[in-house]
């Protein structure tokens, strides 16, 4: 179960011994479980996009479903254990590490958050299935059955989150701390990258980086993640951390998924593919995680809209600074290459000169390409990031209490 | 809302127009594939993207494999592979696969059978449009709705229990600010999920709203009489703003519409018009000429007074097929001489119901329905005709553009209208387009010359050796059906016309 180590029992500041360590892989395997259900979500998600993308043709049993159904039922079967075990068999300090559901059922809170986000991924299949019939197959990526899923996934990820969340408070000597700090570091990670590839359609493609939109979208959805796992992190540089794990784990994706030989299966194709498409290259969050860092450790708890003015305007500000001549390289032939891997398209795409040109330009009143317009748009990117580092740093405040 | 919503789906398959023809939405294909005859029937999803059904049954020699392929017409940088299909094993000698469409408009599947005989192959134009409806059956509406709100109330109870208890130090009991704070989260929870819910079922209706305003329309025409040289003639026209707008980039682009590309030549015309009273006892087929392919007028037949349902048939380049839809009322007292400006031109009037199997043609020979004894919706093969002479000798049959015969196959209620070739549903301007087309053909046009030109060729080369005259179909829907039949003899088109009840197909479940 999520307790690290019963908190009746710990004494602070000595070393784990092995015994302790056996102890705490025994109590903890659950937050490891769910973590790895997370984890294999996402990984899943990306696979499955580069397949749509790739193949086209997919069943229920395809291979990146099969590891996104692995996740929901590693989440429902571990966390459901841990609900039942807990409530009709659970030690006293499992107990006490428990919330109360419905009076009777007790379990961390985590762990009711992924048996809610399992149930979610399990309603939208059927809800999927109709939808398919009713309005023709996945149309699009935001739909409503979508969304369930999306929702569900999103559910496992926070459940995961949260159960390390609780074991890191609870901790009461550093090596514990550390481990778990990872642990929920590790799990705030999977979340950010899967909030990026929600966004993915819109906010991802370098040619949409010289346009407010990209901005807006990052700014709005972005910061309230990074900056609330920020506070609620034990670790230092946390952001800085998440950001690197997020871009470290895109960049294994591109370079995986180059490797593997795939053709379309379905009609049209208009670009022959012969191997699978990866993501684009991931945004280079670690600069605007960097400076997060660096302000909220100056700031600490204090005057948080302030702060929350401060962080959204140096978000977007940095975004926009480090994107906008990351975006000429990506388009340029020096970025069309293994390492990057840009410039790859799905065999739906009909290639042509849009390929290097820069997307949703901010446009004046006569159509044309303006500054002004640029800059109006910017201005309500930075009002968002404001908005959603307010409300980032409110989440980690709440969420750095979290115990149980 | 919601309740009008689930209403709303909760209607049966509704079957639209089903483009190329009406209300008749499955591709009959009959012909060779190589060495092999096959016949080909597909059933489209009714939805875009979906998965077709497709049924080949090959004649004669049993094959090694049969494997089937779809493409789309202007796909030119590869086609995906041939698609596997399984025999049927209560039907020998039939195999059934199932091809992805992706993309609306015009599509391909092109059969692939490998056997004694070698390889041979055949490519199949279908058109794959949203034309139906899907239910959302009670018990779908029940489960849904049940797991829905437990969802809900798990999480506001999940919400509850976080922060009721969540931060408290481990084994400490909940004091009565944590118990306040959890209640107020916990309706702070209810009221973003019911906004949430809310605005969930708001975007699902607009999606609804979105798919039904794009599910497949013909283009808007209108049937009108216009006199010229004295003459009555009536005048399909498209008044349809997209298609009239089909050279403006810039118009099609602020309204968001793709261009179409321009008509071709089917058997030698660029529309083929059917007029069809509303009681069905008098029906006309005639075609028109255009010179902007916007006006389509064609000399108005003998017909009596009164309101018929007119059908226009056309092929685009891209080989969508369109079946144009509109009324036409002809007043009892508009003289209308006798006359063809067009020597295919043909009408048949003052028709009584005929639930016989046998009609005599106006040159004294007769054709004869090898009607089955029952009509069953959604079963093949009803449509198979013999003509003899008055003395029951095998009639001798002259083409009649290209083909051994033409049929048009209506319900009473205009709910169906389909015109069948031997070859089946499909054009063969549009065959030919999937044929001929090269990666040159992006020049709109070009290709569309080359295909009228090789099916003037075919047609001016076709000879019938058989007086039996066959369709590949099967009713789709029960209720009353009229059938004309048209062959040419003696250099006259001959018109017969059969009745048909026909009752509702059994669900087998599969």
């Given at each position: 179960m999520?307790v690290?180590?019963?908190a009746v029992?710990?004494?602070?500041g000595t070393a784990?011994s092995e015994?302790d360590?056996s102890?705490?892989v025994?109590t ?5 479980a769910?973590l790895?259900a ?5 990984i899943?998600l990306?696979w ?7 193949i086209?043709?997919?069943?229920f049993w395809?291979?990146?479903?099969l590891l996104?159904?692995?996740g929901?039922?590693i989440s ?20 006490a590490?428990?919330?109360r ?5 007790q ?5 009711w ?10 309603i939208?299949?059927?809800f999927?299935?109709w939808?398919h019939?009713?309005y023709?197959?996945d149309?699009t990526?935001i739909?409503?059955?979508?969304m369930?899923?999306a929702s ?10 949260l159960?390390?969340?609780?074991a ?7 090596s514990d701390?550390?481990?778990l700090g ?5 799990s705030a990670?999977v979340i950010v990258l899967m ?8 906010a991802?493609?370098?040619?949409e980086?010289?346009?407010?939109q990209?901005y ?7 910061p309230?993640?990074?900056i609330?796992f920020a506070?609620?992190s ?6 800085t951390?998440?950001a690197v794990?997020?871009?470290l784990?895109l ?5 995986v998924l180059?490797l593997?030989p795939a053709?379309p299966k379905l009609?049209p ?8 498409v ?7 969050l670690?600069a605007?995680a960097l400076?997060?860092d660096?302000i909220?450790k100056?700031f600490?708890?204090k005057r948080?809209w ?9 978000f977007?500000?940095t975004?926009?600074?480090v994107?906008w001549?990351?975006?000429k390289?990506?388009?340029s032939p020096?970025a069309?290459n293994?390492f ?9 795409r009909r290639?042509?000169p ?5 997307w949703?330009?901010?446009l004046?009143p006569?159509?044309q390409?303006?500054l002004?317009?640029l800059?109006?748009g910017?201005?309500i990117?930075v009002?968002?990031?404001i908005?959603?580092a307010?409300?980032?740093l409110a989440?980690?405040k709440?969420?750095?209490r979290?115990?149980? | ?7 709303t789906?909760?209607?049966?398959v ?5 483009s190329?023809?009406v209300g008749?939405p ?6 060779n594939a190589g060495?092999?005859?096959?016949t080909v029937?597909?059933?489209?999803a ?5 998965v077709a059904?497709?049924f080949?049954?090959?004649?004669g020699d ?5 494997t ?7 796909a ?6 041939p ?12 195999y059934?696969?199932?091809?992805w ?9 092109t059969v692939?059978v490998t056997?004694?005989?070698g390889?041979g192959?055949?490519?199949i134009?279908?058109v794959?449009v949203?034309?139906?409806r899907y239910p ?16 809900c109330v ?7 229990a976080?922060?009721r208890?969540g931060s408290?130090d481990?084994?400490?009991p909940p004091?009565d600010?944590?118990?306040?704070r959890?209640?107020f989260?916990?309706g702070?929870?209810s ?5 949430l819910v809310?605005?969930?079922a708001?975007w699902?209706q607009?999606d609804?709203?979105n798919?039904?305003k794009n599910?497949?329309k013909p283009l ?7 006199t ?8 399909v026209s ?7 707008h089909r ?7 602020q309204?968001?519409a793709?261009?179409?590309t321009p008509?071709v030549?089917?058997?030698?015309k660029?529309?083929h018009?059917?007029?069809i009273?509303?009681?069905m006892?008098s029906f006309?087929?005639?075609?028109p000429?255009s ?6 007028p ?14 226009g048939?056309v092929?685009?380049?891209s080989g969508?097929t369109?079946?144009l ?8 007292t508009l003289?209308?001489p006798a006359?063809?400006?067009d020597?295919?031109?043909s009408w048949?009037i003052?028709?009584?119901p005929n ?12 054709i004869?329905?090898?009607?089955p ?6 079963n093949p093969g009803a449509?198979?005709?013999v003509v ?6 095998p009639?001798?049959?002259e083409p009649y553009m290209?083909m051994?015969g033409?049929?048009?196959?209506a319900?009473?209620?205009g709910a169906?209208?389909?015109?069948l070739?031997?070859?089946g549903?499909i ?6 387009a999937y ?7 992006s020049?709109r ?11 003037m ?8 050796h058989?007086?039996?005259v066959?369709f590949p179909?099967?009713?789709p829907?029960?209720g009353?059906?009229r059938v004309?039949v ?7 088109v001959?018109?017969a016309?059969?009745?048909a009840n026909?009752s509702?197909a ?5």
């Open positions: 999520a690290s180590v019963p029992s710990r004494t602070s784990t015994s360590f102890r705490a025994a903890e395997w659950p937050i490891y769910v790895i997370a984890t294999s979500i996402v899943g990306i499955d996009i580069s397949w749509h993308r790739t086209g043709r997919d069943t395809s291979p990146p479903h996104e159904q692995g929901a039922i429902g079967l571990s966390c459901g254990y841990l609900a039942l075990k807990t409530t009709f068999a659970g030690t006293a300090s499992e107990r590490n428990s919330v559901f419905w009076r009777f059922f379990a961390p809170v985590g762990a958050v992924c048996i809610w986000g399992t149930l979610m991924m399990i939208s299949a059927p999927d299935e939808w019939r009713a023709g197959l149309v990526i739909s409503a059955p979508h369930v899923l569900g996934m999103v559910a496992i990820q926070l459940g995961a989150m159960m390390a969340l609780g890191q408070n609870r901790a009461r000597n550093e701390r550390k481990r990872i642990v929920f570091s590790l990670s909030v990026c590839v929600i966004i993915m359609e819109d991802a493609y370098a040619n980086m010289r346009g407010s990209f807006k979208i990052t700014g709005m959805v972005i309230v993640f990074l609330a506070r609620a034990r670790l230092s540089w946390p952001a951390r998440i794990v997020y871009m784990v960049m294994i994706s591109i370079w180059q593997v053709t009609a194709i208009y670009n022959p593919v012969t191997r699978m990866p993501p684009p290259f991931p945004l280079l670690f605007p400076l997060i660096i909220m100056r600490g708890d948080d302030t702060l929350s003015v401060i962080l959204g305007t140096v977007v500000g975004m926009v600074s994107h001549y990351w975006a390289f990506l388009l020096n069309r293994f990057f891997g840009a410039d790859l398209w799905d065999y739906t290639l042509g849009w390929r290097y040109e820069f949703n330009s901010d004046g006569g159509g390409r303006s002004v317009a800059a109006i910017l201005a990117a009002a968002y990031a908005v959603s307010r409300l980032g989440w980690g709440g969420m750095s979290i115990k149980r | 809302m919601i309740r009008t919503f689930v209403r789906l909760s209607v049966a509704v079957y639209l127009i089903a190329g023809h008749s499955d591709t009959w294909f009959e012909g060495p092999y005859p096959v029937q597909i059933q489209t009714g939805v875009v993207p979906g059904r497709v080949v049954r090959v004649a049993r094959p090694a494999s049969v089937i392929q779809g493409n789309k017409f202007d030119q940088g590869a086609a995906p592979p698609e596997p299909t399984e025999p049927v094993a209560s039907d020998p000698g039939l059934a696969g199932k091809i469409i992706m993309t609306g408009g015009s599509n391909s599947v692939n056997g004694p005989r390889n192959s055949v490519v134009p279908v794959a949203a034309f139906s959302l059956s009670t018990p779908m509406v029940i489960g849904l709705s049940v797991l829905g709100v437990f969802l798990g999480l506001i109870s999940i919400v509850g976080a922060i208890e408290l481990p084994g400490q004091s600010r944590s118990r306040k959890a209640r989260a916990m702070l929870t009221v973003i999920l019911g906004l809310f605005g969930g708001k699902w607009s609804d709203d798919y039904e599910m497949y808007a025409s209108a049937a009108t009489i216009e010229r040289d004295g003459i009555p003639m009536v005048n498209i008044t349809d703003s997209v298609w009239r050279n403006d980039a810039s118009w099609l682009q309204h968001d793709n261009a179409w008509l030549e089917d058997h030698g660029l529309m018009v059917f007029l009273s509303e009681d006892s006309a087929h005639v075609h000429d010179k902007d392919s916007i006006d389509f064609a000399r108005l037949p003998p017909l009596p007074g009164g309101r018929y349902r007119v059908f048939d092929v685009h380049e969508f369109h079946t839809v509109s009324a036409l009322d002809i007043p009892a003289q209308l006359g063809t400006a020597p295919d031109d048949l003052g028709l009584k639930e016989g199997s046998t009609a005599a043609l106006e040159d004294g020979s007769t004869e329905w090898e009607r004894k029952k009509f069953v919706a959604g449509l198979r005709f003899k002479n008055a003395d029951g000798s009639a001798s049959l290209g051994a033409h049929a048009v196959v319900r009473a209620d169906v209208f389909v015109h070739h031997p070859m549903t054009s063969m301007a549009s065959q030919m044929v001929m087309r090269t990666a040159e053909d020049v046009g070009r290709l569309g010359k080359r295909v009228s030109e090789a099916e060729s075919a047609m001016s080369h076709a000879a019938i058989s007086n039996v066959s179909y099967a009713f829907r029960e009353p059906y004309w048209q062959v040419k003899r003696g250099g006259k001959l018109t016309a059969f009745d026909v509702a059994v669900e087998s479940g599969s």
